[in-house]
């Protein structure tokens, strides 16, 4: 049984440039979460998706976009790139109702 | 916003020894998750407290969720150098997500 997958491990982007994430959730899950973790933070987390809409958002600004398509798997884009966007990009499963979430092993995006 | 404060932010300890570390928030949380992290890698959960006052105990961890679910503890017992990593809490709210706190960083010597 698979659990949470993440792509790519790592990317090296451009001040300005877009980036596109991607994300498998654990199998039977149908929730993913995307979080942002910069160096010696903890989670912060970015939106939530469910039944391919946004269910909540944390405090990002609109360069912070995602997608989730019907096999519950997600994407998330980040337009124009800072460079403190670099950080440990992480996506979480779950079940729609209140449940532990699982955590992928992250993207490590840098800015340059 | 919540918050949660975790203390000590850095804990090294020799092997054998026990250890205590702190989750606490002025928040109240549906369920309080913790898990460890290894560098670079994203967090592996260890176990999930909703009850106040729970106590759960996973081989040479304890883990207790306070009575008025705020806060949390975790307490290793003989720690082994298998035990070092960054000790994440995070409170569940509103719709399933999470808040963290900055981690507890654990290192245990040989």
């Given at each position: 049984?698979?659990?949470?997958?993440?792509?790519p491990t790592h990317l090296i982007k451009t001040r300005g440039q877009q980036v596109t994430l991607r994300c498998s959730p654990k199998s039977g899950h149908d929730t993913v979460s995307w979080y942002q973790q910069a160096l010696g933070q903890g989670p912060q987390f970015i939106f939530q998706y469910y039944e391919?809409?946004?269910?909540?958002?944390?405090n990002f600004p609109d360069r912070f976009?995602?997608?989730?398509?019907?096999?519950?798997?997600?994407?998330?884009n980040v337009n124009a790139l800072l460079l403190g966007d670099s950080a440990l990009?992480?996506?979480?499963?779950?079940?729609?109702?209140?449940?532990?979430?699982?955590?992928?092993?992250?993207?490590?995006?840098?800015?340059? | 916003t919540q918050l949660l404060e975790q203390s000590p932010q850095f804990l090294s300890i020799q092997e054998g020894e026990n250890l205590t570390v702190y989750c606490n928030s002025s928040s109240v949380f549906s369920s309080l998750q913790w898990y460890r992290q290894e560098p670079g890698e994203g967090p592996v959960l260890l176990v999930t407290v909703v009850t106040g006052g729970e106590v759960k105990k996973l081989k040479r961890l304890t883990f207790q969720f306070g009575d008025a679910r705020k806060d949390s503890s975790l307490h290793i017992t003989a720690a082994q150098p298998g035990d070092t990593g960054l000790y994440l809490c995070a409170g569940a709210y509103g719709n399933?997500?999470?808040?963290?706190?900055?981690?507890?960083?654990?290192?245990v010597i040989p």
């Open positions: 049984d698979a659990g949470v997958t993440q792509s391919e809409e946004e269910r909540q958002r944390g976009s995602g997608h989730q398509f019907p096999n519950y798997s997600s994407e998330l990009y992480l996506c979480a499963s779950s079940l729609a109702h209140p449940d532990t979430q699982y955590f992928g092993p992250g993207t490590r995006l840098t800015v340059l | 399933n997500r999470l808040a963290f706190g900055k981690g507890n960083q654990v290192v």
